[in-house]
């Protein structure tokens, strides 16, 4: 059974870059998933950032996030990378990434319970 485990948050200055990863657990693969990112602050419902096909051919990014947040992916490594630059205290969230078997907009990817599987999250904190 596919299990995510996301790496990578800290604390980060404003202005500064993280780049966070979403990897499969030991005897298990992301190569025939699509993979989403989601974040989640404190108070704040859970947000789509963007998501990206088994390939990694092919993404797409909510509005709201377009420009700074870029998604991609290593099927060699098993694992996808969501790489944020000029961080803002905004950003400061939980970040989740989670698997589907089939590419759809970010929107509609989790959009029932029970189509993605979720890993446990990492938290990324930006402040000065």
């Known amino acids: 059974q596919l299990q995510l485990v996301e790496s990578g948050g800290g604390l980060v200055q404003p202005g500064g870059s993280l780049r966070l990863s979403c990897a499969a657990a030991?005897?298990?693969?992301?190569?025939?998933?699509?993979v989403g990112w989601f974040r989640q602050a404190p108070g704040k419902e859970r947000e789509g950032i963007g998501s990206?096909?088994?390939?990694?051919?092919?993404?797409n990014y909510a509005d709201s996030v377009r420009g700074r947040f870029t998604i991609s992916r290593d099927n060699v490594q098993n694992t996808v990378h969501l790489q944020i630059n000029s961080l803002k205290p905004e950003d400061t969230a939980v970040y989740y990434c989670?698997?589907?078997?089939?590419?759809?907009?970010?929107?509609?990817?989790?959009?029932?319970?029970?189509?993605?599987?979720w890993g446990q999250g990492t938290q990324v904190t930006v402040s000065s």
């Open positions: 989670a698997a589907r078997d089939s590419y759809t907009t970010i929107t509609a990817m989790c959009a029932r319970v029970g189509l993605c599987r």
């Open positions: 030991s005897g298990s693969t992301l190569n025939y998933y699509a």
């Open positions: 990206i096909n088994y390939s990694g051919d092919s993404t």
